[in-house]
């Protein structure tokens, strides 16, 4: 497995990506890996390297790539800054580096995300035509507006097209339980294949092994759930 930080443009900036390849020769099926509100951290860059070491090609975009040390500063406030239009411009624009990648397989691009990330998962599978799979961890705030969007993901599901595979924390308030029904309702009700799994005694941000909530147990069951996902609707 090897690993960089490679630099696209987005709207005439550059963006990092940090991008994760297998060993072996490609071309190789492809899954973005959206942040949490610790940015392309440890974390993140362990789950593109744990993707690849798995047979997938991994980018992880810096979606903070817009902000000033300022606004970085105070963790618990960055999301305040983004705005749903810049997400889509930056996930796309990921695609595009991915499908231009001659060692990546273009037809077969997936996403995947955690606590904020779940929540860009969901607005890319919404956004983007491409994805044909879509695992969202733990994503809040999927009912609201950010910045200067003009739909919550959630107003924007119709344009899903791909199978959906969501993890929730049973002791999550944000997705809540209440949250979780109601995107089955709708997955449901527009014919998008989906499954959900919900883990006992998990609570937000369960994946992360270097937070205070990680659940280990929880991480063991959902983790290979995704590989499996994956497989099935990238690789097969």
């Known amino acids: 497995m090897a690993s960089s930080w490679e630099n696209i443009l987005v709207d005439g900036k550059n963006m990092g990506?940090?991008?994760?390849?297998?060993?072996?020769?490609?071309?190789?099926?492809?899954?973005?890996?959206?942040?949490?509100?610790?940015?392309?951290?440890?974390?993140?860059?362990?789950?593109?390297?744990?993707?690849?070491?798995?047979?997938y090609a991994a980018a992880a975009p810096n979606?903070?790539?817009?902000?000033?040390?300022?606004?970085?500063?105070?963790?618990?406030k960055r999301v305040q800054h983004m705005s749903d239009p810049d997400i889509v411009a930056d996930i796309n624009a990921t695609v595009d580096f991915l499908q231009s990648h001659q060692a990546v397989n273009e037809d077969r691009i997936g996403v995947t995300g955690f606590?904020?990330?779940?929540?860009?998962?969901?607005?890319?599978?919404?956004?983007?035509?491409?994805?044909?799979?879509?695992?969202?961890?733990?994503?809040?705030?999927?009912?609201?507006?950010?910045?200067?969007?003009?739909?919550?993901?959630?107003?924007?599901?119709?344009?899903?097209?791909?199978?959906?595979?969501?993890?929730?924390?049973?002791?999550?308030?944000?997705?809540?339980?209440?949250?979780?029904?109601?995107?089955?309702?709708?997955?449901?009700?527009?014919?998008?294949?989906?499954?959900?799994?919900?883990?006992s005694d998990a609570d937000h941000a369960f994946m992360d092994y270097t937070a205070q909530r990680h659940n280990e147990a929880a991480f063991e069951l959902s983790w290979p759930r995704t590989l499996e996902f994956f497989d099935t609707h990238l690789k097969n």
Not at 158 to 173: A, N, S, T, Y
């Open 63 to 76: 979606l903070f790539h817009r902000y000033s040390e300022d606004m970085l500063a105070d963790r618990s």
């Open 115 to 199: 606590c904020m990330g779940g929540r860009v998962t969901w607005l890319a599978a919404a956004s983007n035509p491409y994805f044909k799979a879509a695992a969202p961890y733990y994503g809040g705030n999927i009912n609201v507006i950010w910045g200067g969007g003009e739909k919550s993901p959630f107003e924007l599901t119709e344009g899903i097209k791909c199978p959906v595979l969501f993890h929730f924390g049973e002791k999550d308030i944000n997705p809540s339980a209440e949250d979780m029904a109601k995107f089955d309702a709708e997955l449901t009700r527009l014919g998008v294949e989906h499954t959900f799994h919900t883990y």
């Open 17 to 55: 990506v940090y991008f994760s390849m297998p060993d072996r020769s490609g071309p190789f099926p492809a899954v973005v890996v959206s942040q949490h509100g610790g940015g392309v951290d440890q974390f993140i860059k362990e789950m593109s390297d744990r993707l690849a070491a798995e047979g």
